[in-house]
């Protein structure tokens, strides 16, 4: 079990770095609210997250 949550948390942190550098701060603040939402379960705040997610990737289709 803890070599489960060992690899977790460093995939955890792999996304987060790989997210802040592609997409900077507010790639930062989408994946902040996005996974905000799902922990407390309030679905606005995850939808915003999702959609400033989104926005950003699709931001070079544009």
Request: aromatic letters at 4%.
């Amino acid at each position: 079990m803890p070599v489960l949550a060992l690899v977790s948390a460093v995939l955890v942190v792999t996304v987060e770095q790989l997210v802040q550098w592609k997409y900077g701060a507010a790639g930062i603040l989408g994946l902040l609210l996005l996974t905000t939402g799902i922990r407390s379960n309030r679905p606005g705040v995850s939808s915003a997250g999702a959609v400033l997610l989104a926005l950003l990737v699709a931001r070079p289709a544009l």
